[in-house]
């Protein structure tokens, strides 16, 4: 069966602008989270979403927001962006939030 | 909020030597979880473990949950270069509780002196 799925692979974006980045997860999966990784902070958990619902919110600013559609698809969105918003946004989804999760490859941003 | 801590955070290995990484949870937790990253690539999903002192193996990778369900170890014999990458453990959230955040720990990350 097809993996997660996330594009763009990378982005190049000037501070100040926006971004949307997209994960398409495994077919069946209706949980969804995100993760910035950096580094030197590791895993960042930003959002879980399952059934279009944000379960939960990691400790990232107002900037970073997210969505899921009807079909699991998620989005998130960085608005303004700052050189310290550069990093691997991995998406992961998983039957329901609770068991083994299935990363997709990420979407490597940099903002200059 | 739940904290998951790893140590060592560097494991500098000779192929064919033994080594154990360790996690630690703040919090009691449902089951743990392992991950492997290999250097530019995405966390990849190696084992889950559910019940109080579990032991899984897998060829040469053994994991163990602790008694209490607040740690775990993972324990490499005879490394081989393969084994290159940060594992990475995590702690999923309760079954009871509203939390769905799959907290991860730092990492430790290990290299192979051929």
């Known amino acids: 069966k097809a993996g997660v799925t996330q594009t763009p692979r990378y982005l190049i974006k000037t501070r100040g602008q926006q971004v949307t980045l997209s994960c398409s997860p495994i077919s069946g999966h209706r949980s969804v989270s995100w993760y910035q990784q950096t580094p030197g902070q590791g895993l960042q958990f930003l959002f879980e979403?399952?059934?279009?619902?944000?379960?939960n919110k990691g400790n990232f600013p107002g900037r970073f927001s997210g969505r899921q559609f009807s079909n699991s698809r998620s989005e998130m969105n960085v608005s303004t962006l700052e050189l310290g918003d550069s990093a691997l946004y991995l998406c992961?989804?998983?039957?329901?939030?609770?068991?083994?999760?299935?990363f997709g490859s990420g979407t490597r941003l940099t903002v200059v | 909020g739940q904290q998951v801590m790893q140590i060592p955070q560097y494991q500098h290995v000779q192929e064919g030597e033994d080594f154990t990484t360790y996690c630690n949870s703040s919090?009691?937790?449902?089951?743990i979880q392992w991950y492997k990253q290999r250097p530019g690539g995405h966390p990849v999903f190696l084992i889950q473990l559910v019940k109080s002192g579990e032991v899984k193996k897998q060829k040469r990778l053994t994991f163990q949950f602790g008694e209490a369900k607040k740690n775990s170890s993972l324990h490499i014999t005879a490394t081989q270069t393969t084994d290159v990458g940060t594992y990475f453990c995590?702690?999923?959230?309760?079954?009871?509780?509203?939390?769905?955040?799959?907290?991860f720990g730092a990492g430790t990350t290990v290299t192979v002196r051929a």
């Open positions: 979403y399952f059934s279009e619902t944000q379960r």
């Open positions: 919090t009691t937790l449902s089951n």
């Open positions: 992961a989804s998983s039957l329901a939030g609770i068991g083994g999760y299935t």
């Open positions: 995590a702690g999923p959230p309760r079954e009871d509780s509203n939390d769905y955040k799959l907290s």
